[in-house]
């Protein structure tokens, strides 16, 4: 996030959100700049950055989150607020609390009478029941269009509030690539937490920035490698709190464990504060997490250490390694999730001997060329298809290509009978040398024992009809003029 960044993906030159094809020719194209921008004349589903701000944040301690919203948007809240329990489970908490989320629930008089009044309300509300340190305001589609001043709204009742109000602006129409909510949530932790104090350096501090979808397991398994470089983490926003977030300029270092996540407010501490980052992959796979703990050792001039403890960790997953791969040699993959996770659950599948066959994920934009580039030394074409959500092109894509395993978020292919994992798990081991065992066994064990989706397919209807399958998948993908 430069000074300038506006926080909407969109601004930053080269993104793209509709293309499909090849990934030869789309990555080609992309790299000469003759990639052309373009729509969807039929969009199905679309994740909007509202939940990103929301669930990045939702694991803070004594922190309210008050949707400015109709009741409808927080519907997708469920996912996080179940991540929120499951993980506080996995970390000792007895006593399990639901996320604190209010709904100032705009209605159609609200539309037409501003809603001011009403947030207000959930903000007097949110004081008295909880007394939070913090107070969160999500602003909406609802909200944005009818202008509603959430900044001047928090900068009232601020006045006499013992807790922190930081209004977040992530109306869902901003953007349509759902990251620029991470964006929106970093942006008002700088302007209204941060605010550009400097702190003395905590010797081998290094900021860990985790979004929710990053298992308690991985936390500690992230951490620990972190540890052998003698470096301590301040992780955060997930099951953060205040404090750590103030800790964030007394780092030496930070990095990410999600690539797209905290991207932009990397830049922005260091040109604000001079805290260097190490920006590479996700470590999911031996290629990807040797790659990432280089990169944050390279930080330190801890190459040398680095190097020593990769090899020991190859002696001894290599072998484990070569028994998962038996299991799975030569079966074609379709992958679906997020730009990060995605093209690093590509390079993990060479680990096993496996074939990319189609990948799917939101955004295109000069990372995710890097990202393919590194991906050709390891797999053929493949078919690309650049779609937040979408789920009848994936569907058509993935009927037509047949792979043995479907790797991401299942929904919508398991109907269609083929195996899938579910790379985006939250609850269990995904990152580092440990995670690829588990991965590894878990996809094996999926394309072994397929009966569940078999039947589901059996009995669970996708709602398209038969001709959509013989259409072009990208036929709804048109050039802007
Ligand atoms: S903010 Fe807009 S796009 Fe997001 S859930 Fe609400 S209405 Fe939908």
């Given at each position: 996030m430069s000074n300038t960044y506006s926080g909407i993906r969109e601004s930053r030159p080269h993104t793209f959100n509709d293309c499909g094809g090849s990934s030869r020719e789309l990555s080609s194209e992309f790299g000469k700049r003759c990639l052309k921008a373009a729509d969807r004349t039929f969009s199905q589903g679309l994740q909007c950055q509202q939940i990103n701000s929301m669930s990045a944040l939702m694991?803070?301690?004594?922190a309210v989150f008050i949707a400015?919203?109709?009741?409808?948007?927080?519907?997708?809240t469920s996912m996080a607020t179940d991540i929120y329990r499951v993980g506080q489970a996995h970390r000792g908490v007895k006593l399990i609390k639901n996320p604190r989320i209010i709904v100032s629930n705009l209605d159609q008089r609200d539309i037409i009478l501003g809603g001011e009044g009403k947030l207000k309300e959930a903000i007097e509300y949110a004081k008295e029941r909880y007394h939070p340190k913090l107070i969160f305001i999500f602003t909406s589609c609802a909200s944005g269009i009818i202008g509603d001043d959430i900044d001047a709204v928090a900068r009232e009742v601020q006045e006499d509030s013992e807790a922190l109000i930081i209004p977040i602006?992530?109306?869902?129409?901003?953007?349509?690539?759902?990251a620029s909510g991470f964006d929106a949530a970093f942006l008002s932790i700088s302007k209204?937490?941060?605010?550009g104090e400097k702190l003395p350096k905590q010797e081998g501090l290094i900021n860990l920035f985790a979004p929710v979808s990053i298992s308690y397991k991985d936390q500690l398994e992230m951490e620990r490698m972190l540890g052998l470089l003698g470096l301590r983490a301040n992780y955060i926003?997930?099951?953060?709190s205040l404090e750590s977030i103030k800790t964030?300029?007394?780092?030496e270092a930070s990095t990410s464990i999600?690539?797209?996540?905290a991207d932009e407010f990397m830049k922005e501490l260091w040109e604000n504060y001079e805290i260097p980052f190490s920006h590479t992959v996700?470590?999911?796979?031996v290629r990807n997490t040797d790659k990432w703990f280089r990169g944050v050792a390279g930080l330190f001039g801890k190459e040398a250490e680095a190097d020593l403890y990769i090899e020991k960790e190859h002696a001894r997953i290599l072998p484990e390694i070569e028994k998962i791969k038996q299991r799975l040699q030569g079966k074609r993959v379709f992958i679906c999730g997020g730009t990060g996770r995605s093209f690093a659950a590509a390079a993990l599948i060479d680990d096993f001997g496996m074939e990319l066959v189609g990948l799917e994920t939101p955004t295109y934009d000069d990372d995710a060329q890097t990202d393919i580039e590194y991906l050709y030394a390891i797999h053929k074409d493949f078919i690309i298809d650049i779609a937040n959500m979408q789920p009848f092109e994936q569907i058509n894509l993935v009927n037509r290509l047949k792979p043995d395993v479907f790797i991401g978020v299942p929904v919508w292919s398991a109907r269609l009978g083929i195996p899938t994992t579910h790379?985006?798990?939250?609850?269990?081991p995904t990152m580092g040398y440990d995670g690829i065992l588990y991965l590894g066994n878990k996809i094996a064990d999926q394309i072994e024992n397929p009966g569940f989706n078999k039947k589901l397919a059996k009995h669970a209807r996708l709602p398209?009809?038969?001709?959509w399958y013989e259409?072009?998948?990208?036929?709804?993908i048109k050039p802007l003029e």
């Amino acid at each position: 996030m430069s000074n300038t960044y506006s926080g909407i993906r969109e601004s930053r030159p080269h993104t793209f959100n509709d293309c499909g094809g090849s990934s030869r020719e789309l990555s080609s194209e992309f790299g000469k700049r003759c990639l052309k921008a373009a729509d969807r004349t039929f969009s199905q589903g679309l994740q909007c950055q509202q939940i990103n701000s929301m669930s990045a944040l939702m694991s803070l301690e004594e922190a309210v989150f008050i949707a400015h919203s109709p009741q409808g948007c927080v519907g997708c809240t469920s996912m996080a607020t179940d991540i929120y329990r499951v993980g506080q489970a996995h970390r000792g908490v007895k006593l399990i609390k639901n996320p604190r989320i209010i709904v100032s629930n705009l209605d159609q008089r609200d539309i037409i009478l501003g809603g001011e009044g009403k947030l207000k309300e959930a903000i007097e509300y949110a004081k008295e029941r909880y007394h939070p340190k913090l107070i969160f305001i999500f602003t909406s589609c609802a909200s944005g269009i009818i202008g509603d001043d959430i900044d001047a709204v928090a900068r009232e009742v601020q006045e006499d509030s013992e807790a922190l109000i930081i209004p977040i602006h992530c109306d869902g129409f901003k953007s349509k690539v759902c990251a620029s909510g991470f964006d929106a949530a970093f942006l008002s932790i700088s302007k209204y937490i941060l605010k550009g104090e400097k702190l003395p350096k905590q010797e081998g501090l290094i900021n860990l920035f985790a979004p929710v979808s990053i298992s308690y397991k991985d936390q500690l398994e992230m951490e620990r490698m972190l540890g052998l470089l003698g470096l301590r983490a301040n992780y955060i926003p997930f099951f953060s709190s205040l404090e750590s977030i103030k800790t964030i300029p007394a780092a030496e270092a930070s990095t990410s464990i999600c690539k797209v996540f905290a991207d932009e407010f990397m830049k922005e501490l260091w040109e604000n504060y001079e805290i260097p980052f190490s920006h590479t992959v996700m470590p999911i796979g031996v290629r990807n997490t040797d790659k990432w703990f280089r990169g944050v050792a390279g930080l330190f001039g801890k190459e040398a250490e680095a190097d020593l403890y990769i090899e020991k960790e190859h002696a001894r997953i290599l072998p484990e390694i070569e028994k998962i791969k038996q299991r799975l040699q030569g079966k074609r993959v379709f992958i679906c999730g997020g730009t990060g996770r995605s093209f690093a659950a590509a390079a993990l599948i060479d680990d096993f001997g496996m074939e990319l066959v189609g990948l799917e994920t939101p955004t295109y934009d000069d990372d995710a060329q890097t990202d393919i580039e590194y991906l050709y030394a390891i797999h053929k074409d493949f078919i690309i298809d650049i779609a937040n959500m979408q789920p009848f092109e994936q569907i058509n894509l993935v009927n037509r290509l047949k792979p043995d395993v479907f790797i991401g978020v299942p929904v919508w292919s398991a109907r269609l009978g083929i195996p899938t994992t579910h790379v985006l798990d939250m609850k269990r081991p995904t990152m580092g040398y440990d995670g690829i065992l588990y991965l590894g066994n878990k996809i094996a064990d999926q394309i072994e024992n397929p009966g569940f989706n078999k039947k589901l397919a059996k009995h669970a209807r996708l709602p398209y009809k038969k001709s959509w399958y013989e259409e072009d998948p990208f036929k709804f993908i048109k050039p802007l003029e």
